[in-house]
């Protein structure tokens, strides 16, 4: 049996597709990945053996361009969706998972014009252009924010990970690989308070900031854990108490996988708000506190990291996804095919 994995884009896509190949491998089914030549695709998954083949091409995003640059990009889209045609044909694909991104496109419509079943993973609460507009031709939609649930797939070690916070020690900010400006400001404004009240710094802050936060922790004499990339985020997330971070799908699953309380500083020009949701689900549940950037106050964020019933919150994260969502959605799939 073979199935493709398609999408990407981001990391968040990405981290999915990872869980699902992993999944699929301890199965013994074959699989191939179609993403796209452009976004973090080939960074994650150009070297990676695990896959029976890689097809990466020239899709690129739709939305946010001007009427006529969509014409032609949708074009594009189906052109491409005639190699994956292709591909299904030479490989004798049975079915199509997407995750995703624009890099899914084309084999996602691929699947629907050569009568493959075709099966979507919403990673966010509210759903991207792509996947609204297929759902309705899917044989099965997927998502851990509806009321027909499937746990969000998060790599196991960060449940491996995972621990009851009981007082705040060690904060974590957040901002992935690539960095996110606002919440490195906002670190470096919040240190000396931290740092006063002998509370450890672990600081991801892209890797192209690096050195720069580097220099300024030093001229701050503010000994932290700074880093760009790390191939075990989950150790950095065991260590610390608390998080500060952007609120995407995937980094929201992995702290609730690791127990791990969280500030949400949502990226406001994420398609449709949707970090800013992803976010209240939490936060409708008492779990998590959300500031916006527009209000993101110092002493008010102050007040609230040491205000925080770590414990409570800790404890009652246990709940909110489980182990071996990847595995689940993949029953699922299969049972259908």
């Known amino acids: 049996m073979m199935i493709v994995l398609t999408g990407g884009g ?36 150009e070297k990676e053996t695990r896959f029976r083949d890689k097809f990466f091409l020239s899709s690129q995003g739709v939305v946010n361009q001007s009427k006529f640059n969509k014409i032609n990009s949708f074009l594009h889209i189906l052109k491409l969706s005639k190699e994956c045609r292709q591909i299904f044909k030479d490989y004798k694909v049975k079915a199509v998972i997407s995750v995703g991104g624009y890099s899914a496109a084309p ?47 998060v790599a196991n070690k960060f449940f491996d990970r995972a621990r009851i916070r009981k007082e705040l020690k060690n904060i974590i900010f957040l901002g992935g690989s690539q960095g996110a400006s606002f919440i490195n400001e906002l670190a470096i404004q919040l240190a000396p308070s931290l740092n006063e009240k002998n509370i450890n710094i672990i600081h991801q802050c892209g890797k192209n900031d690096l050195e720069k936060y580097k220099q300024i922790y030093q001229n701050l004499n503010i000994k932290a854990d700074i880093f ?39 990226y406001p020009y994420a398609a449709k ?65």
């Open 10 to 45: 981001t990391g968040g896509h990405l981290a999915i597709v990872r869980c699902l190949l992993e999944s699929l491998n301890q199965k013994n089914i074959a699989c191939i990945y179609i993403g796209s030549q452009n976004g973090q695709d080939k960074a994650w998954f």
């Open 107 to 153: 084999a996602s419509f691929g699947a629907l014009f050569s009568h493959i079943p075709l099966f979507i993973h919403e990673q966010n609460s509210k759903s991207g252009s792509l996947n609204k507009l297929l759902k309705p031709f899917s044989k099965r939609f997927f998502s851990a924010f509806e009321e027909d649930f499937t746990p969000y797939p």
């Open 228 to 266: 760009d990339f790390s191939p075990n985020l989950e150790e950095k997330m065991h260590t610390a108490d608390l998080a500060i971070s952007r609120a995407g799908a995937s980094t929201l699953f992995e702290l609730c996988a690791n127990t791990l309380p969280a500030i949400f500083i949502p």
């Open 273 to 337: 708000n949707h970090q800013y949701f992803n976010a209240k689900f939490l936060q409708d549940q008492n779990l998590c506190k959300i500031f916006t950037q527009n209000n993101a106050n110092i002493d008010e964020i102050l007040k609230t990291i040491l205000e925080l019933n770590l414990e409570n919150i800790s404890i009652r994260l246990q709940n909110i996804t489980q182990k071996n969502g990847a595995d689940i959605l993949l029953e699922k799939v299969l049972a259908f095919i």
